[in-house]
């Protein structure tokens, strides 16, 4: 069974950082395999794409983190992060991993990021 467990969320004034992590319970082979991405849900919102990051490293990001957020992957520890600065209110959501191998696809239980001051 796949887990993935983030961490890192909390509260944090607007204009500050937090950096969140992931990390995943699967083979080495697996996770350097995979497509890794944050998603996030605010309250009466629907979920939406944050960042992503391929297995090569290639990234992508929402049209509303772009240039904030940073995602990154550490295949030796099996653990993608995201690197927030200059937060807003507005990216007061949970924030979900996503795991993406093959036809199989993985969701973290999600951690709070509240920005307020």
Avoid: H
């Avoid at 992503?52 to 099996?78: E, H, L, M, P």
Wanted: proline share 3%.
């Amino acid at each position: 069974q796949v887990q993935l467990v983030e961490s890192g969320g909390g509260l944090v004034q607007p204009g500050g950082s937090l950096r969140l992590s992931c990390g995943a319970s699967v083979s080495g082979i697996i996770f350097r395999s995979s497509t890794m991405g944050w998603y996030r849900q605010a309250p009466g919102k629907q979920r939406e794409v944050v960042a992503t990051i391929s297995s090569g490293g290639d990234t992508t990001y929402g049209d509303s983190t772009k240039g904030r957020f940073t995602i990154s992957r550490d295949n030796a520890k099996n653990t993608v992060y995201l690197q927030m600065i200059s937060l807003k209110p507005e990216d007061t959501a949970v924030y979900y991993c996503n795991l993406r191998w093959s036809a199989n696809e993985y969701w973290g239980q999600g951690t709070q990021v509240t920005v307020s001051p």
